[in-house]
């Protein structure tokens, strides 16, 4: 079992920069893909971003591609989020989300435990 807690939210201005982190605790943290999701209020779940179990290959929703990065550190089992040149339409609850099978990796269903999300509000 892997538990997921997020950290690293705010409240920032556009064009500011965060950096989300997701710290995992359990023993299938190196076998699993990771990703990052967000939901906006009165908005489904949404991909942002994920990463492979070795970190080599990552893949972006088009609204943050060029602006967001996954990476992972498979020793201290974190996951992070960085977020550049933020927009108001980037305010949402973030969430880490880890996939023990695989799957589509764009699904909310390819993904077998979620964190409990932070909040990134980004003002105009």
């Known amino acids: 079992q892997v538990q997921l807690v997020e950290s690293g939210g705010g409240l920032v201005q556009a064009g500011a920069s965060l950096r989300l982190v997701c710290t995992t605790s359990?023993?299938?943290?190196?076998?699993?893909?990771m990703a990052w999701f967000r939901q906006a209020p009165g908005k489904e779940r949404e991909f942002v971003a994920h990463?492979?179990?070795?970190?080599?290959?990552?893949e972006y929703a088009d609204s943050v591609k060029s602006r967001f990065t996954i990476s992972r550190d498979n020793f201290r089992n974190l996951v992070y989020l960085q977020m550049y040149s933020l927009k108001p339409e980037d305010t949402a609850v973030y969430y880490c989300?880890?996939?023990?099978?695989?799957?589509?990796?764009?699904?909310?269903?390819?993904?077998?435990?979620w964190g409990q999300g932070t909040q990134v509000t980004v003002s105009s």
């Open positions: 990463i492979d179990v070795s970190g080599d290959s990552t």
């Open positions: 359990g023993r299938t943290f190196s076998t699993s893909a």
């Open positions: 989300a880890a996939s023990k099978f695989g799957g589509h990796v764009g699904v909310v269903a390819s993904y077998d435990y």
